[in-house]
């Protein structure tokens, strides 16, 4: 790393916005992160439920393909034809009996293995393959793959340590939660692009800080609030987080004074947009990050996995996929679609984030060499029973300080 | 005759005629954003949807934004204007194809391309959403209201983020 790369003296409580920008940074974060030995995330079984079944996502910026076989295993696979690269793959989901490259045809089975190549032989004698050209040197290549309870993730690494010790002890039940092993129902999808780095939407969903300021919305209903009964909690490491809190009530008091966005006679015209019933045990809202590529979302009854996709230093596409359980009945798959208004590039909630982080990217896009400060609840990083903290934050940069080696 | 038999009886050109009138007030409001005025396009049981391409045509039920009441509307009004933190924008908004697919009992059938076209402050202006309404209309208080209004959107990436009404 250049001259310029150097970290801020004061350690995991300056952020130094050139990692928001550089070229560099960013070619060095797709081979050490998401190309490094970690889980992805890349779909829910629920998406692919039949053989043939296909997803095409992306981990990091690399595009693959996530493929049920005939004997119902997943198979992950890259976007790129082992012949001449091209991405094969176009469609977001389908199901297809092999995969063929349109542009000469090399044609593989569900696993990956190329199992046809046009003209191999030659034509009338003439051209083709050499003799010793074995096709099952040239399949496509397969990522590592785990799966828990109808959620799949992928690796381009290999001898990686089990999906349970890399989500650790801390995070293990939150997951365990929301994917209790029932059977899974997609509710739909929503993607928006978001002009700005990828590490700004991991610090907004570590950062219970700005949620009780900049989410008028969210603290007049009392959804999510620095008053509230809350906590943050990370796994061993720093990379994995979570933020948890109990709903309270919405008036306004001394504890909350600070809160100006604090609107105390707001009514919804139609209630029918926040009934939220008791579906979990303990807690109203957890939203867990893990490490590299995913936010999983618990909004009372609104459920969705938020994958990150990156597109260069300073764009990521935010792929949502909302989802319930098979078993809900009509009522319950209706109260999660209305309250899917809170989220989304149209979410009564979410808009406020996808554009601070616009305004952010804004700001430190143009100015490397300055940093930010992350002293709110201490310079350290552990876990604490209150919001009011940046120590999710802290802990994620610790983390990815390691990985960095910067 | 009663304002609901009026309309049934207008010939197909007369009731292209008043449609017309009716869409270009619609974007006309939005794009003049008088939002308080919008919820007057629609009936008290209304539905609003915006919802992707990809999960209509797959018959997948999230929408990307949903109303199903006029005070939905309402509420979101209140958060365009009170609660959301935005970039200052304009938007503006075309409707094309009109195809009248006639009346079913008392709800008339109406389908519409649309594009919305956004401009943020330092950048050109690009085309923000474009995808295809299927409206129901019905009449209430001697004029055609909506019912049902579905914006289909084919801009499966939102950019950034969707604030306004289509």
Redesign the interface.
Known sequence: MGARHVWPKEGISRIPYWIYSDPEIYAREQERIFCGPNWSYVALEAEIPHAGDFKRTFIGEKPVVVVRDTEGSINIVENRCAHRGVQFCQK??GNAAEFMCPYHQWTYDLKGNLIGVPFRRGVKKQGGMPADFDPRNHGLRKLSVARRHGVIFASFASNLQSLEEYFGPSMLPLFDRVFDGRQLR??????????ANWKLMFENIKDPYHASL?H??LV?FGLFRADQPSKVQMDATGRHGALISWRGDQRKTEDNADMK?L?DD?K???A??LEPVREFAEYTVVMTTLWPNLIIQQQSNTLAMRQLVTRGPAAF?LAWT?FGYAEDDEEM?RRR??Q??LM???G?VS??D???M??SQAGVGPYPGAAGVMEMGGRDWKDEQHMVTESVIRAFYAYYRQVMEI | MTAAERYLTLNSRDLRLELEDLYAAYTACLDEERFEEWPAFFVEQCTYK?V?R??FE?G???????C?????L??RV??IR??????PRYMRRMVSGLRVLGWRADVLEVRANYVALETLQDEFTRVFNTGQYRDKLVVEEGRLKFLEKLCIFDS????????YPL
């Open positions: 977001h989901l997609v509710l739909g999808y929503s993607r928006q692009l978001i002009p900049l008028v919305f007049s966005s609107i707001f919804l015209q139609d029918k947009l596409e909302y798959t679609l209305r899917a208004n989304g590039p149209a009564f808009i406020d996808s554009e601070v616009k305004f | 915006i992707p990809e999960n797959r997948l039920p999230l929408a990307t934004w949903l199903e009441s006029k005070g939905y309402l509420d209140t958060a009170k609660t959301a933190v935005y970039a499966l990436l939102v950019p950034n983020s969707l604030i």
